[in-house]
């Protein structure tokens, strides 16, 4: 529920601070007063796009302040929670337009973007009027309308469901048939390529392996006579047997030396050691050099054939093993692919079939819906001496989507006989605002309150006893709720719990508009003045005392 709105230095209007109450709340004033800028300032500070030029002439910004009312379970709530934003029981917006063109806003002092403004008063405020193709005239929200006014949202929730598990079926289908020719188109190039890497079945490491043997084996006729010889230095006959001799006559000696030839037969006793260790080296590498001829022959075949294989497809030789099982799940892939695809087509089947059973449930449910709209819509339009005139809501067949299958629109015939066509085609300006009044009127009554309604002159081209029906319906309308509406109609302003008067002068050569709030005396002045003109005659008063007398 609106609440307040301060506007600063827009268009016309200088200063203006308004206190909106709950109910039916009337503006009225001569034609081109203001009550236009009052609709643009409030649309400023909602985000909706509007007028480029805001500023009053000479100020270098404008500024405008709305206070809304967000009780517990307002759709806003959500809004304000997706944005980052605190949720208080009072949504305070402000937005500032510069001179020069840039706009900034906030929601509870926190800067937002225009966007969020927008997000934010669709759920706020709701505007009706002629010219207000964003709403009820708008056919592409007429299905939303139509579900929301059934309460169709447990329906809706299968549709969705089943139409992503159909798009998701069928995507799973298309990308395995299409794996499938790629694989069917390389068939006989994969078939031999696993056939070959199976047979030579390289192992992860093996080329590098290979190469040390092979090199290995190269070298081992050279290296085996010089290790051989040293081995042969090294033995008894060499190294061993003259150091063994030198310590037997050392430590046959040593008893005479008096303790001189312990350290020299320590050192020795342990180079003799260590030249053992040595020698068993030796004889260790003269072992590991014996080859058979024809493992170099074996060995050098094996490491060729991995490497020439791994040339072949362009990899390394320890990527062969990764290859082979990557060529043989294709292949694999290949030889079951007949059978998952007919599975896959099954399963694209029953999501079909899922598909189409939710959303004939949900179309049946929306022509049940339709029948009780169309004849709700009726009832309104008779007390807006519109008893003649025929509202349809038209389901049509649509492509599939996550909606379901159904175009819906709304259609009037004005006369008995005439073709009936869009809302917004059809219907003249006086009959259209009754149309939309009673299909607001019926979806309100289903849907409940919570946003703020507006109509802009929306009695325009009616008057007498259609304008008082008119207003009855707005009276209505507003009860527990909040219903603002610009007006011409003195049937209308009448019916208003609370009523302003915009009013344009003129000072100093600067034009400004303001705002006044009007008691009871000055409504019977201002309903006799839209009775009668300039001049406000003594009948013109009576008549407007009873308009408020009801």
């Not at 809004?79 to 906030?106: H, M, Y």
């Not at 990308?175 to 192992?203: I, M, S, T």
């Not at 033995?235 to 303790?259: F, I, N, Q, T």
């Not at 079909?352 to 939710?358: M, V």
Request: proline fraction near 3%; charge should be negative.
């Amino acid at each position: 529920m609106l609440r307040a709105l301060e506007i600063r230095d827009m268009l016309i209007i200088e200063r203006l601070d308004l206190g909106f109450q709950p109910g039916l709340n009337v503006l009225t004033g001569e034609t081109g007063a203001g009550k236009s800028i009052l609709l643009d300032s409030l649309g400023f500070v909602l985000g909706w796009r509007g007028r480029a030029e805001l500023v009053r002439k000479g100020a270098a910004q404008g500024e405008v302040t709305a206070v809304f009312d967000l009780p517990e379970g307002h759709a806003g709530r959500a809004v304000l929670e997706d944005s980052g934003l605190p949720i208080e029981d009072e949504v305070i917006l402000r937005r500032v337009n510069t001179a020069d063109g840039r706009k900034t806003g906030w929601i509870n002092d926190r800067r937002v973007s225009g966007e969020v403004l927008r997000r934010l008063s669709e759920t706020l405020v709701e505007l009706h009027g002629q010219h207000d193709d964003r709403g009820l005239l708008d056919p592409k929200g007429h299905r939303d309308i139509l579900d929301a006014y059934g309460d169709l949202g447990g329906l809706m929730a299968p549709v969705r469901e089943a139409w992503r598990a159909r798009g998701a079926a069928r995507k799973t289908l298309d990308q395995a048939r299409a794996a499938l020719a790629e694989v069917q188109a390389e068939e006989e190039f994969l078939r031999h390529a696993v056939d070959e890497l199976g047979k030579l079945d390289p192992q992860p490491g093996e080329e590098a392996e290979l190469d040390a043997r092979r090199r290995m084996m190269q070298a081992a006729e050279k290296i085996r006579d010089d290790i051989g010889q040293a081995s042969n230095a090294l033995g008894y006959d060499g190294a061993e047997g003259a150091m063994a001799g030198a310590l037997r006559w050392l430590e046959g000696a040593s008893d005479k030396a008096e303790g001189r030839l312990d350290a020299p037969i320590s050192a020795l006793t342990r180079a003799m050691a260590e030249l053992d260790e040595a020698a068993r080296g030796v004889a260790d590498c003269l072992d590991a050099l014996e080859f058979n001829p024809a493992d170099l022959e074996d060995a050098e075949e094996r490491l060729f054939a991995i490497r020439a294989l791994a040339r072949k497809h362009q990899v390394m030789p320890d990527e062969l093993p990764g290859l082979s099982e990557t060529l043989s799940a294709r292949l694999a892939a290949l030889d079951a692919g007949e059978a998952q695809i007919a599975d896959l087509e099954t399963a694209v089947r029953t999501a079909d079939r899922a598909f189409d059973d939710a959303a004939k449930t949900l179309s049946e449910a929306r022509r049940a819906a339709a029948v009780r709209l169309d004849k709700a819509v009726s009832d309104e339009l008779a007390p807006l001496k519109m008893e003649r005139a025929v509202f349809t809501t038209r389901i049509t067949e649509a492509p599939a989507g996550l909606e379901g299958v159904d175009a819906v629109q709304f259609t009037v015939a004005t006369n008995p006989g005439a073709p009936s066509g869009p809302l917004n085609k059809i219907a003249s300006g006086g009959e259209l605002s009754r149309f939309l009044l009673a299909l607001k009127v019926c979806l309100s009554e289903e849907q409940g309150g919570g946003a703020t309604m507006i109509f802009d002159e929306i009695d325009r081209g009616v008057g007498g006893a259609t304008a008082d029906a008119v207003g009855r319906r707005l009276k209505a309308l507003a009860d527990g709720g909040q219903v603002l509406v610009v007006t011409h109609s003195p049937q209308v302003a009448a019916l208003g719990g609370h009523h302003w008067r915009v009013e344009k002068r003129v000072e100093d050569e600067i034009t400004t508009s303001t705002v006044v709030p009007l008691g009871l005396e000055d409504r019977e002045g201002e309903i006799a003045r839209m009775l009668s003109g300039d001049t406000v005659t003594n009948e013109a008063r009576a008549a407007a005392r009873a308009l408020l007398d009801g």
